[in-house]
């Protein structure tokens, strides 16, 4: 005999970062509503028990992308993967919602059914192998953009003749030996700034070579002004004042950018100089787009550059013609030898974790419908997802998703409505989701939704707009209709 659903209000799908912060949200603001959290991994902490390699740490300072309604106590405000990881464990057993997870159950389909008003979720228990059903009145997918399974590496010819081993950042071996050994990381985005300064401290030698450069600051892994308010004033006020200090800092260069990216660049470029102390050196760090049409490395307490400067580590700039049994071939005819390549080359987009979604039994096609509010999809009820920002940091966004995901539902509850669903009223010029020339962007092209052209279509990017629109403005704008 079949079993029945498993059911809950509001069913949360992924345990990392975003998932706990939303789990948080919905009990705690709607305590009359049941919920739970399915995970295919079999622990928590997303992206932060993923990533294992070395030096993994957060590319945005901890006072940000901490919850809002837990503070951040550590001293380092630029922190360790460790660290972050641990941060997320003790927030879901300090608010019981390790209790509420679900692990090795990883969602395949959802199904919208009108006649019922609920979504029918079908889970793959990793344990047994067999197919659960759940259902739920609410669907908050939490996964993030990018595919858990694969990393992004690109064809390199002549990839069998080389002699040692090829390793990507997302799936780092743990018997993987680079003590004395010549290593050579391929990339120059976050994940490589990371990688190259800790690989130093004990490898022969670290190559970061690259493409084509990135814009790359430094910036103290501390924060003294964090550390001021702390002695003077409460732990919750202190990161409350210092949350905000670093989102005004960080929107406020971002404008800056945008508005005036001849002296940013000018700005970001003598940084690097005045640290490797030449323009010479500086060129493997000048960019030919402007700051902020890609997302800006951040150095820690300058340890990329001190590791150049002391010889431990290079850069080169070149495209690969192919492997060699000791290295690689440039197109330019240079040799970079090496015992080891690290491809840090960058992410897959995968919307949803990879789910197919269906409505009333027919295929939905969530990459062609329009993203509503920056967390709802058009014409698809009682769903939505949380993505954070791309200028500013993670769970900033993710946060006023949750708080707005919870008005609605509340909203719901409190007229007798059953389902909310973004519709489009006026025509509205479709836009890519993500404002980035990347190259996982561009990959992504045609496989995530799109935004649009005006609100509430159209992302802002903007956290103190986000704050009011999401925290506070009207749920009745004409373009979620509720029934």
Known sequence: MEREPVHVDVLIVGAGLSGIGAAYHVQSRLPGLTYAVVEARA??????????????????????????????????????????????????????????????????????????????????????GALERWSCRFLFTCTGYYDYAR??????????????????PQHWPSDLVWEGKRVVVLGSG??????????????????????????????????????????RLSEEAAYSATRLKNVSLALGFFAFCRAFPRAAKKLI?????????????????????????QRLCLVPDSDLFRALNEGRASVVTGEIQTFTETGLLLKDGRAVEADIVVTATGLELLFLGGARMDIDGEP??????????????????????????????????????????????????????????????????????????????????GRIPPQGSRAPWKLHQNWFRDRVLLGRGRLDDGELLMG
């Open 364 to 445: 939905a096609a969530a990459e062609k419908r329009m993203v509503y509010r920056g967390c709802m999809l058009e014409d698809v009820p009682n769903f939505a997802f949380a993505v954070g920002y791309t200028n500013a940091s993670w769970t900033l966004k993710c946060d006023l998703a949750s708080t707005y995901v919870c008005r609605v539902l509340a909203h719901l509850d409190a007229n007798g409505l059953a389902w909310a669903r973004p519709h489009r009223n006026a025509p509205v010029t479709e836009e890519p989701l993500l404002d980035f020339t990347s190259g996982y962007v561009a990959r992504a092209k």
């Open 269 to 293: 470029v003598a940084g690097v100089t005045k640290e490797l102390g030449g323009a010479a050196s500086a060129l493997h760090f000048t960019p030919r787009y402007d700051p902020w049409d």
């Open 43 to 128: 622990s928590l902490g997303g992206t932060w028990d993923l990533f294992r390699y070395p030096g993994v740490r957060s590319d945005s300072d901890m006072y940000t992308l901490g919850y809002s309604f837990r503070p951040w106590t550590n001293p380092k405000a630029i922190a360790d993967g460790a660290s972050i990881l641990a941060y997320i464990r003790e927030t879901a057993e300090a608010y019981g919602i390790d209790r509420r997870i679900r692990f090795r159950r990883k969602v395949e389909r959802v199904d919208w059914r009108s006649d019922e008003s609920r979504w029918h979720v079908h889970v793959r228990n990793g344990e047994t």
């Open 151 to 168: 990393g992004y590496t690109p064809e390199l010819p002549g990839r069998a003749r080389f002699g040692g081993p090829v390793v990507h």
């Open 190 to 231: 976050a994940t490589a700034v990371t990688l190259v300064p800790e690989l130093a401290k004990t490898a022969a030698h670290v190559t970061m070579l690259q493409r084509s450069p990135t814009y790359v600051m430094s910036r103290p892994s501390t924060d003294p002004v964090a550390d001021f308010l702390r002695t």
